[in-house]
Structure formats: structure tokens, C-alpha cells
């Protein structure tokens, strides 16, 4: 495996991970969900939603980086749990994606590894994630990194 750095991102990351985001979404859309607005990656809130990510303390967003390219990234933030459950600080691996030629090179599973130690310096004590259910990939990559089922969401669309 070529050498692959993960490091925090810095404003100066901000188009890389709108476009790698930009890139999940068209193939959430593609594959799984036909609702995904995938014009909202490149749009203001998007933007706002990532300089977010990168700048706040209560949120965070690292990148993979294989010499001057980026080919990967995580965003997260620290989050509220359910009100009908006492749970201690909770965050959320809100997304995170790999340029598909660095897949199973560990890249995926590095970015995570940066994220659990964020969480530990926030004292976060359980992570969250959602996924779409379709996407057993997505699903055994969260599954192999610690991540168990909870709750489902259903949904039922009306015709």
C-alpha cells in the first residue's frame, strides 16, 4: 500500500472534501437512494456544513492523503443522544468516504482510527452511525470497526 497520511483538516481541505462527499452522494443516489439531493454537497449549507466540521471544537474532520492528493475523509461531531435514554456523551460519524482505487488498503479503517482518538479526548463514550441499508458495504466496514446494530429506521413511501 502506498504510504497514506491522515492528518486534520484545515479550510484549505474544504473543496477536497466537498467533492469527495459530492462523489458519496452521487453513489448513495446512484445505487441506493433516489432522494439524496446531491446538489447539496456544492451548495452553501454544504460549504457552511463542512467549514463546521473542520473549524469547531465540538466537531472534527480528517483527511487521508497519499502525497499531495487527498483520496479519502471523515467528518464527525459531537452530538445529543435520545431524550428517552440516558446515555453518556455521545458522537457521530456523520460521514466518510474513499476514492474507490484505495478501498480495502486500510485507508477507511486509519480515518476511523483518528476519529476514535478524537472521541477519547472529547471523553465521548458511545459513537454512532447511520448508513443506508442497502449498502452492506458500507454496513461490514462499520460492522469490522466496533460498530453494532441498535435501532432501524423504516420508511414507507406512499405512491
Known amino acids: 500500500m502506498p504510504e497514506v497520511i491522515i ?41 457552511e456544513y463542512y467549514k463546521g466540521r473542520i473549524s469547531k471544537d465540538d466537531e472534527c474532520a480528517f483527511i487521508a492523503v497519499e502525497g499531495k492528493k487527498v483520496i479519502g475523509y471523515l467528518v464527525g461531531s459531537l452530538t445529543e443522544g435520545e431524550d428517552y435514554r440516558n446515555l453518556p456523551k455521545v458522537a457521530e460519524l456523520d460521514n466518510t468516504f474513499v476514492l474507490k482505487e484505495y478501498r480495502k488498503l486500510g485507508v477507511g479503517t486509519k480515518l476511523h482510527q483518528e476519529f476514535i482518538k478524537w472521541c477519547k479526548s472529547k471523553k465521548v463514550e458511545i459513537i454512532k452511525v447511520q448508513a443506508t441499508a442497502q449498502n452492506d458495504k458500507a454496513i461490514n466496514f462499520y460492522r469490522k470497526n466496533g460498530f453494532k446494530d441498535y435501532t432501524r429506521v423504516l420508511e414507507h413511501k406512499l405512491e
Do not use: P, V
Not at 483538516?9 to 441506493?32: C, G, R, S, V, W
Open 7 to 47: 492528518q486534520k483538516a484545515t479550510m484549505e481541505n474544504l473543496k477536497d472534501i466537498q467533492e469527495l462527499n459530492h462523489m458519496l452522494f452521487e453513489k448513495e443516489h446512484e445505487e441506493y437512494d433516489k432522494l439524496l439531493n446531491c446538489n447539496w454537497t456544492l451548495s452553501k449549507e454544504g460549504e
